[in-house]
């Protein structure tokens, strides 16, 4: 708030002055105003260098000393004074046009100012929304924006950071370092410059790095890479110079550049070609690092979610050659982070916090946190004072799919519909052996999805199988099956199993070498094109005739896929019908209960056998 009132401070002080300079010219102006006689006199003597006829029909113009003059008698009687007395001095005898009012004069000097201001508010406005604070505004326009956070403010330490071992003993030696340079120093050892924090959004990257700060209890400039990022040309570069200008300064520190992606992507590249701002920045960026010794007590962290796509001379020795992954949390680490952001929320004693844990597989850290906050938000919804499992499982629902829409209206058929594609889902998974069990079957629909299938592993595997991958794409095809055999008409709600599955038919025989013909070989090249970053479109490495055998074998796939499926749903028609019909009246089902269900159709089947 400070800064909006200094810069209007500033606006009105701007305003002020100009308006003041104009009506001091205005005033400046000595104008000698000439009764008749007077003007006869200096005509006589030859003293009037111009006369210009005003709209009122008066007379103004300068004397041949200088002065400016005026008459307020009109130009008529003035006429008899000239024509007595021709004189060859006049330079110019013209009728000035219509003179404009005063207040039009300005209108243009108006118009400037304005510009002025909108130009500084759009300025203003762009810097608040690229998010950061620091002191800015016109007066310091090349600034980095780096926001310091002093060792004092709400430190974040290792504490905060849950799971995430394997990276935080990486970095201790880091912090380490930061607190005690000289023994480094002593010994001898080069610590890196640079480390580069890899992984998906929201898995803490951020955090991690402002724990290293907390912990050596060291300055932090964080900067995001989108901020030297400007519209106008060569800020971004200058900005990167103060930065470590001011880095250097406060040694030792941390500066951390978040999502470098968008400084760092590679040079030349991109649709129509380079952005010369960002490439100017990046050029600068690497002077700078290299500008900088080894043991100064600079260390950089940089944070991105694709690496694939930095220029190549980012992570070149002495660069940003020590890489972090910071994954997806596994079951372990889910549990630790839900207790991190459970510690200021009252949850029920019912509440198993690794139970919870095991039901949000590929979940980051910051998925959690939003869970553990849907959770809260519900049980205030609900009025209660404790988070229960309720709240906790229907929030997680939420962060994977939206929240619910009850009131969405669906036609009876289209009810049906889903209700029959989603029980054979369920029914083809439950009897493909190596499907993971169900969780949750539900036809209310979520986000863009009309209704869904959960499935969840029991435990957080690495590595999927040829056989799982095939049994997977049964169960994405068992909702396209159950429809045609039940509605005799197949719907577009299949449309993302239909793509899901044929993306791994593809990936077993382009990636994963699963196709028995083509045997194990990758095709295609490894860089997918990132948004078009580094490789227009794809290359190719393979013939023509091996893209005809590829595609032979992902339509092999996906065909023995739906026979399966087939095969599965023609057998177990009656637990499909049952599953549907109870999916019908109570629109969601647990995986206990539909087990119940599987159970309860096999005895009635048996005992009419
Ligand atoms: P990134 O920078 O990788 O996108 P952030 O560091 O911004 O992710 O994380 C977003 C939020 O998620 C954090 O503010 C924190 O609340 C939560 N979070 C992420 N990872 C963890 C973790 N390991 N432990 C505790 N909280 C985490
Ligand atoms: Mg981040
Ligand atoms: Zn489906």
């Known amino acids: 708030m400070k800064k909006i009132s200094s810069a209007s401070i500033w606006l009105v002080v701007f305003v002020l002055v100009i308006l003041a300079s104009l009506t001091l010219l205005e005033t400046n102006k000595k104008v000698d105003t000439l009764s008749v006689n007077q003007f006869q006199d200096y005509w006589v003597k030859k003293q009037i260098k111009s006369v210009q006829v005003r709209e009122d029909k008066t007379v103004e113009g300068q004397l041949i000393n200088g002065t400016q003059y005026e008459t307020i008698v009109p130009l008529s ?28 004069q300005i209108v243009p000097t108006l118009l400037i100012i304005l510009m002025l201001v909108a130009f500084w508010f759009m300025y203003m406005q762009q810097s608040q929304g690229g998010g950061g604070g620091g002191n800015r505004g016109v007066m310091n326009f090349g600034k980095s924006r780096a ?7 709400k430190k974040v330490t290792f504490d905060d950071v849950a799971g995430e071992d394997e990276e935080k003993d990486e970095l201790a030696e880091v912090v380490d370092f930061l607190k005690q340079p000289k023994r480094y120093l002593e010994a001898g050892a080069r610590i890196p410059k640079g480390i580069l924090l ?27 890479g989108s901020d030297f990022v400007e519209m106008f040309v060569g800020v971004g570069a200058s900005r990167v110079r103060d930065l470590f200008e001011q880095a250097k300064k406060s040694a030792p520190c941390i500066i951390f550049i978040d999502e470098i992606d968008a400084v760092g992507r590679q040079r030349g590249a991109g649709v129509g070609g380079g952005h010369d701002e960002r490439e100017q920045t990046l050029n600068q960026l690497l002077v700078e690092m290299d500008g900088f010794g080894v043991n100064e007590g600079i260390i950089m962290i940089a944070a991105t979610n694709r690496p694939d796509i930095l220029d190549p001379a980012l992570l070149r020795p002495g660069r940003f050659d020590r890489h972090i992954l910071v994954g997806a949390p596994d079951v372990k680490g889910r549990e630790e982070i839900l207790k991190v952001h459970s510690k200021n929320k009252h949850l029920a004693d019912e509440v198993k916090l690794d139970v919870l844990a095991k039901r949000t597989p590929g979940f980051t850290g910051a998925d959690l946190e939003n869970l553990m906050n849907e959770a809260a938000l519900l049980t205030v919804r609900n009025n209660k004072n404790v ?30 519909l889903t209700a029959y594609h989603e029980a054979g889902h369920a029914v083809v998974m439950k009897y493909s052996p190596l499907s993971d069990p169900i969780h949750q079957i539900s036809i209310i629909p979520r986000g863009m999805a009309g209704g869904y299938t959960m499935h969840l592993p029991e435990e957080d595997t690495s590595y999927t199988s040829k056989l799982k991958l095939k049994d997977e794409m ?38 994963y070498g699963m196709s028995d013909k083509l045997g194990p070989i990758s095709f295609g090249n ?18 023509e005739q091996v893209a005809f055998q590829i595609d032979s074998e992902v339509k092999d796939l996906i065909g023995e896929a739906y026979a399966k ?28 209960e539909f087990e119940a269900i599987i159970a309860r159709t096999e005895s009635d089947e048996i005992e009419l056998s």
């Open 565 to 592: 499926a087939e095969k599965i749903l023609d057998e177990n028609i009656g637990k499909l019908h049952a599953v549907a019909q109870e999916l019908l009246l109570k629109e969601k089902l647990e995986g206990a």
């Open 198 to 224: 890899v992984g998906p959004p929201g898995t803490g990257k951020t955090l991690l790095a402002r724990a290293v700060s907390g912990e050596a209890g060291v300055p932090f400039y964080s900067i995001s």
């Open 474 to 511: 049964v169960g994405l095809l068992g909702g396209r099956v159950a429809e045609k055999l039940i509605m005799k008409d197949i719907s577009t709600g299949a449309k993302n199993d239909i793509d899901r599955a044929s993306s791994i038919a593809r990936k077993m025989v382009m990636e």
């Open 77 to 104: 009687r003035l006429m008899q004074v000239m024509d007595k007395n021709p004189n060859d001095k006049v330079t110019e005898t013209y009728v000035k046009p219509a003179s404009m009012p005063m207040w039009l």
């Open 526 to 543: 490894d860089h997918n094109e990132v948004f078009l970053g580094r490789d227009l479109g794809k290359s190719r490495n393979f013939s």
């Open 147 to 153: 926001k310091i956070a002093t060792p004092d403010k």
């Open 387 to 416: 988070i229960e499992m309720l709240e906790l499982d229907e929030a997680v629902t939420r962060v994977i799919a939206g929240p619910e829409k009850k009131s969405r209206v669906i036609s009876e058929k289209d009810r049906k």
